[in-house]
């Protein structure tokens, strides 16, 4: 046997064996069937350009799940995420588009779960002391009852994609401490607030790992582009104010994108 022959015949039997023994082998197509569940932050409300089927939704065409998808081109993609959802409606009416057949998933839910847009609203309209003490009640409830939420989300994804990679995003700190505003909410309101985000996050992260989900964070993305950084990426009060708190177009392309490119 000559030892390109011998070479060839190594070569086929480690092959054999990786398929043998269903070792994961590189997927450069791990993303051809891609549904993009989730809530406003996945949706892209605040990034504009909103498709028109999508109605309340307001699925944007510049949110992460439609870039990536403009960028790697995969074989199926089916963007479901809406404004305004919980882990409940995200359960009751998204999890359809999934199936044994999908590859990848990406979804961000449970700010909707703990009050998200009561506690902005109380804390842009009433005293400091009502502003911490209703973020105090939701850092309560992402404790208490989020994680069973999460896991029941989580445990109906993986039921419906078995095989799926799953990439669970986080949220962006709203503030930087110390920064450029000099009129609006207070430095213990945004420092509230800020810890609030850091709470959501770690429990995010925790039960995405215990369902055996990838967690991506965006903090490191969104660091010096909070609001009071002089250069956000996340609206502050505006009109229409469904916009208020969400990523700008650029906060999508150069925030989410990098930390779904990163885990997907």
């Known amino acids: 046997m000559s030892v390109r022959t011998f ?24 993303g051809d069937n891609y549904v993009a569940l989730g809530d406003s932050y996945s949706s892209g409300v605040g990034a504009g350009s909103y498709t028109a089927e999508s109605g309340d939704c ?21 963007f479901v995420a809406c404004s305004g959802a919980t882990t409940a409606s995200v359960s009751s009416g998204q999890l359809g588009a999934l199936n044994a057949s ?54 109906g994804i993986r039921s419906r994609a078995p095989q799926a990679h799953v990439v669970v995003l986080g949220y962006p700190r709203f503030y930087k401490l110390s920064g450029t505003c000099i009129a609006g909410l207070t430095e213990t309101e945004r420092g509230a607030i800020n810890n609030a985000s850091d709470v959501l996050n770690g429990v995010l992260a ?47 392309s150069n925030g989410y994108l990098p930390a779904f490119n990163s885990a997907a």
């Open 7 to 30: 070479r060839a015949s190594v070569f086929t039997l480690a092959i054999t064996a990786v398929a043998a023994l269903g070792i994961a082998q590189p997927a450069s197509a791990a």
């Open 102 to 155: 999908t590859t990848l998933v990406s979804v961000t839910a449970g700010g909707n779960d703990v009050g998200f847009a009561d506690v902005m609203q109380t804390c842009v309209l009433q005293s400091e002391a009502n502003c911490v003490n209703r973020v105090n009640t939701a850092v309560s409830q992402v404790q208490s009852s989020l994680p069973g939420r999460l896991d029941s989300l989580y445990t």
């Open 58 to 78: 307001k699925r944007s065409t510049n949110a992460y799940p439609y870039l990536w998808k403009n960028a790697n081109a995969p074989s199926t993609f089916a």
């Open 206 to 252: 925790k039960r995405a790992a215990d369902a055996g989900f990838t967690y991506s964070s965006v903090v490191d993305e969104f660091t010096g582009h909070e609001l009071c950084s002089g250069d956000a990426w996340i609206h502050s009060v505006s009109i229409p104010i469904t916009n208020s708190y969400h990523p700008k177009a650029v906060g999508q």
